[in-house]
């Protein structure tokens, strides 16, 4: 073959790369001309990252500005799909401890744009997070997420009133007041914390950011820093709160104490508590599990929601009725034989060998049941239904903490719609001394003890500091009554015989009623009987008693005498009040 | 022999001179944006280095347009067995990179003896084939197969550097077809390829390392496994196709820089490039390596006697098979075999071989008159 041929032959191989040249032109024009523009969102999107970064949620003091909550971080492992290589799936599995095939689920959701993260590990320990984040650059998509959470500097103190943070419900994700919440931020489930999430919770930032294939933040593009949250200012006192709770030992029972003059809440507890830690971390099953059927219910909100029958702390009413409808003075007396007959039946006093003749102050002082079934007898129901609701039993106080129980004050039209039977002068003597029909919460009892202090104005239970008191009612009873009522219940507490005298302090002068209120009609010896059958016991209170400055209300669920079990309680809690601020920022020091 | 003679410069084949010396600067440009590191004090000295290749590859071409090309053709078969030796050596010492063994270091020097292999084969080739009289029929191509190519195949699978075997086959039978084969010989040599591709295939899968299979995998459906196997493909798309027309203009590339493109400086460089010039510059260089290829041709028709003319065929089959595989690899219209761009891609040992071979290349044009010498 002639070397002419062969150099022939060289055009044709020219024909072909030209035209090989062509289609690489063909291709060319397609991907940059007639794609273009989406390669460029695509180029774009590839090297951007949106990270929303949560707001510093409000910080919710005590009314002396002792912090009661502090904003931890909380930490997640998420992953962007469209980043993630699915041949690394083992080894991340390996290293963020989750199964393999929970993994891969939670990755390839369907319904889920590939550039959201996907969350695959919330709750992570600052260990798991520098573990994570140092073995991050193998695992082009991995990030770490924060999500502003709360620690509970009290612990389960207050738990009930503080309340805690949750995932938002399902509900809370389609209600438009969440509407600028993003998806897995915590936002406020119970207590203060959802009362008041709106101001606390702030509005998240965003910040863009430029990265490279392994994920590396290379500059900020864009930053909208987020706003934190509102402090708040609770009108609770944080020593009161914390002596209190543990003066509980966490026997079931409730405490709210308000300040008088004008109705903010002072000390709020719900005993058992719990940890409300455990839920900002994001509560486990099986924790949840055994709160949830603990038998001593530790989420029943008892201050609101659980109602006891007064025993004798509601002769304050009797008498406050008695002196005001002129039924009784404070001279008349009655003759105590450690009890009486009324055709049938007959009602005892507590101390079966009675009292002897007593007029109103030793009645009081010494609690005794026959002076206040002869005080009922001349008042009649109705009349102790008045006096009862002028100082706001009966019906919910109006706190802003949650659902109220109503309680139960009886009269005869009453009886009549509900049992469709006429009202018996036996049950007038029964509910006299607080038991039978009537019942009462605990928060009623507060507000009732604390309007008794400042001369008969029923505030509604508030829990900012400084809000406005709202003024739900004047019992409008005279001075000289209340003086006389204010008088004889400082005497229970600080005369020889007085039931109270538990609560006799030495740092203030503290006024107050017990009650022991019967759980089961038939009185039997307290000792032989097993817990559930024992009486409720109670103790009103208010100090000091010339110029009262806190007044409550405290119950121990089958403590039996209200003197003995309840009334120290009170005393703590108002000693604890009493209290240089100086020495309530010390009392947080060692609670932290 | 460095005697200037004026008849040598008045012939001197400056247009490929001066086309790949255009597209070596282009080159170390587009390797210095693919490099940078955004956010960091300290930057890549890659394309310093590739500078320097540049020079000493300047040198190494004026070096091999000094002499007349007659003089490879003596040094043919020593030249062949030297090379074969080395590429031996990469086998049992060489140094790994990419999971395959292609370097030998010496001294500060890594450099891949197959990057040169190619060029003593297209010589060695060259040289058989002018010796031959008429059109190769079968049993020449036999003895031509077993005698020059089979081992080298061979050694060049082992390493393995499937990209260049494979350009090597091509550069052997476009070599042979231009030399001339017997009609028989070409219908025996596709119907061999056609009936043995199953086995061959099959022999040729179970015997690729995995990171072969995905590429193949991913150049059937690259959108299998977007953030998988078909990674490189479609992030090479996403960046020639995000320079649109007129590109988003040099440094302002984002795709290389931030890693999104692997092999950014070396088997990807033109996907580099076309993010930053968009259509507009990459037609410019495609037309630099047109011009480039078809000067070569026409030093093909141009050569003086039948062993330049087989060089500067076999070194112009070379430029364009690397040049179309390449691109189009980037484009996703033809597997990633992992070969580079001639004179774009980092890389210093094939830098060097390039400019050699267009200094050989040179060398044919300015002296394809006869009389002269």
Redesign the interface.
Known sequence: MSIEKSQGKVRIIGYILVAGFAIILVRLWQLQVLQGSAFRRISESNRLRVIGVPAPRGIIFDRNRIPLVKNVPYFCASLIPSEFNSANLPSLAKLLNVGEAELGNRIHRTEQSPFTPVRLKEGLSIKEVSYIEARRSDFPGLIIEIEASRGYLLGSTGAHLIGYLGKMTPKQSNDPEFRDVPPNAFVGQWGVEKLFDKTLRGVAGQKVIEVDALGREIRLLLEKPPVKGEDITLSIDFALQSEAEKAFQARPGALVALKPDTGEILGYISSPSFDPNKFAKGIAFDEWESLSKDTHLPMLNRAIQSQYPPGSTFKIIMAIAGLEEGVITDSSKVDCRGGISYGKWRFGCWRKGGHGSVSLHRALVESCDVYFYDVGKRLGIDRIYKYATKFGLGKETGTPLGVERRGLIPNTKWKMETKKAQWFIGETFVNSIGQGYVSVTPVQMAVMMSAVSNGGKVYRPTILKGASPELVMNADVKPETIETIKEYLKGVVNESGGTGGVAKSAVTVIGGKTGTAQVVGLRKDSKFLSEKFRDHAWFVAFAPVDKPEVAMSVLVEHGGHGGSTAAPIAKKAIEAFMLPVEKKRELTNVQN | MFKIDRRLVQNFDWLTFVTVIAISVIGIMTVYSATRQ??EASQSPLFIKQSIWLVIGLLGLIAFVSFDYIWLSRIAVPAYVAGLSLLIIVLVSGKTGMGAQRWISLGPLAFQPSEFFKLIFIIMLSQYLSLLR??VDIVGLLKIFFVIAFLPFVLLVKQPDLGTAIVVSIIFF?ML????LQRKAVVLVVIIGLVSLPFLGNIMWTGLKDYQKNRLIAFIDPEA????IG?HIN?S?????????LGKGFLNG??G????LPERHTDFIFAVF??EW??AG??GL?SLY?LL??QG?DT??K?K??FG?MLA?GIT?MF?VYF?VN??MT???MPVVGIPLPFMSYGGTALLSNFISAGVLINIRTRRFSLFY
């Open positions: 955004p956010g008429g059109v476009s077809l231009t030399k001339g496994d977007p953030s998988g990674y992030q798309k996403v960046a020639i196709g995000s320079g649109e027309i984002t795709q820089p931030f890693r999104f076309a993010e968009g259509f990459s037609l495609l047109l290829i078809m041709l093909v028709r050569a006697d039948e003319m065929a089959f364009s179309f691109i189009g484009l996703g219209i």
